[in-house]
């Protein structure tokens, strides 16, 4: 059934009759066929290594390395600092490739004689493996980003500092990965020492101000523990199939007529007006994206927003207190991360809020904050605008190498 997918359609009613067929006929996504993210890095000339992690509760996770740069003519073997990037909600570490080897970020850094790691959390494209759990199977999707910042991120970062022999790690991140990265160092503030740089993008931790419109209706009835949230918890969200990626191919192309409509979602989800979203690269987009998440992540999110608190996942009074020895969830101590982080945001970010960001970084002992000078920059933009590299990775790389130059050493273990 997958090879119905090469089949052109030539109209949009065909598409939707081709869709509907696959849909009826081929019920289970077939994410497996969407591992794009190896492929596209050969495909761009550069090496890349997939490493399989396991956490503590037995996911088993994918990474995604590019070793080297066909652009380094002559490299020494010493040891290379290192990058670790993570990926947003809904995303993978495709994010980090498809702009091409110009302007995405892990080649960039490869390109500076960088060591690049691309992580994948529970749930995505790359990362729906478990030791006893099928991802068809409830108990497998039973987790939040809660989760993944404290078992994901940290297996995947202990992983990199075993392989590599370096101490520590440069971290970037878009989006929930953000998140991950504050419930981890908060969680867990030895981990602080496990990373030289912190830079990121449209960070997520408060959502007083955040300013989605779905979220302003999925907070009435999924911002607070409830039967309906209850229910809804525990479920795969949105997984890549091969209807959607008959629909990228047609509805997303340069000269289709119907392009509207990918750079709608973006935008409609993201941050509406922004003029900076390279349109090339959108049926990339639309082919690795949504990559697969929970529905408790969604709903976790959703607390935040209806709480304005930075806080665990609330089960309600009763199950609380067996889990959290106490009737609502534990606050996320962001004072407990120890290094300075780097914050990028942006006025038109409707999932990270200006006022957020702010509030965020007075919590933090050392905040670095640069506000997009651009009104109409969106959540999106920080990965696939036009201007991105100028923007965004320019200024990352050129803190990091500002960084490795006055810390020449690089905590060899
Ligand atoms: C390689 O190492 C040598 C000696 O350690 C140094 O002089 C040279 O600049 C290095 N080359 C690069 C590209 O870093
Ligand atoms: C989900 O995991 C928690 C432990 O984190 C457990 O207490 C709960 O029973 C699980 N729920 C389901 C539906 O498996
Ligand atoms: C942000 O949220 C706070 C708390 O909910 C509110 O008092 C404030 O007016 C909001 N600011 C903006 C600019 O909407
Ligand atoms: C836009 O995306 C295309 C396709 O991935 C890429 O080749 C191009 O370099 C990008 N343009 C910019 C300015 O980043």
């Known amino acids: 059934m997958f090879n119905a997918v090469h089949l052109k359609c030539k109209n949009i009613w065909m598409c939707l009759t081709l869709a509907a067929m696959l849909l009826l006929f081929d019920g289970l996504p077939q994410v497996y066929a969407f591992k794009m993210t190896a492929k596209l890095i050969s495909n761009h000339n550069y090496p890349v290594e997939e490493h399989t992690v396991h956490t503590n509760d037995d996911y088993i996770l994918t990474m995604y390395r590019i070793p080297d740069s066909p652009k380094l003519r002559y490299h020494n073997a010493t040891v290379k600092p290192v990058v670790f990037l993570q990926h947003g909600i809904l995303c993978a570490s495709d994010d980090w490739i498809i702009n091409g080897p110009e302007t995405s970020l892990a080649y960039m850094f490869a390109d500076m004689g960088y060591d690049v790691w691309m992580g994948n959390a529970r749930g995505n494209t790359y990362s729906r493996q478990h030791k006893h759990k099928r991802p068809d199977s409830s108990d497998f999707w039973n987790f939040s980003w809660h989760e993944i910042g404290v078992y994901d991120l940290t297996a995947m970062l202990d992983y990199v500092l075993d392989e590599t022999r370096v101490g520590s790690v440069h971290f970037v991140a878009h989006s929930q990965g953000t998140t991950t990265f504050f419930v981890l160092m908060s969680s867990m503030p030895w981990y602080n020492e496990k990373v030289r740089t912190v830079h990121l993008l449209a960070p997520i931790a408060f959502m007083r101000n955040h300013s989605f419109v779905l979220s302003k209706v999925g907070g009435i009835f999924l911002g607070y523990p409830s ?7 525990g479920f795969e969200l949105l997984p890549t199939t091969s209807v959607q990626k008959l629909f990228c191919e047609y509805i997303c192309s340069p ?60 089960h309600g009074i009763h199950l609380n207190l067996k889990k959290y020895n106490q009737e609502t969830p534990p606050h996320y101590e962001v004072s407990n991360v120890k290094s300075c982080v780097n914050l990028y945001y942006s006025n038109n970010d409707y999932m990270s809020a200006v006022e957020d960001v702010e509030y965020l970084a007075s919590l933090l002992p050392c905040a670095d904050l640069y506000r997009i000078p651009y009104d109409d920059w969106n959540h999106y933009d920080f990965l696939w605008s036009v201007n991105v590299k100028e923007m965004i990775n320019d200024r990352i790389i050129e803190k990091i190498e500002h960084y490795e130059k006055t810390h020449d050493h690089l905590h060899r273990m």
């Not at 039967?227 to 918890?233: E, G, P, Q, T």
């Not at 003029?275 to 607390?303: D, F, M």
Request: glycine share 8%; hydrophobic share 40%.
């Open 227 to 233: 039967f309906l949230s209850m229910v809804l918890a």
């Open 255 to 314: 000269n289709s007529h119907f392009k509207f409509l990918c750079s709608g979602i973006l935008n409609f989800i993201g941050g509406w007006g922004t003029r900076h979203l390279n349109h090339t690269l959108l049926p990339h987009v639309c082919e690795t994206h949504p990559a697969g998440a929970s529905t408790t992540q969604i709903i976790h999110y959703l607390q935040l927003y209806t709480s304005g608190d930075f806080k665990q996942f609330d």
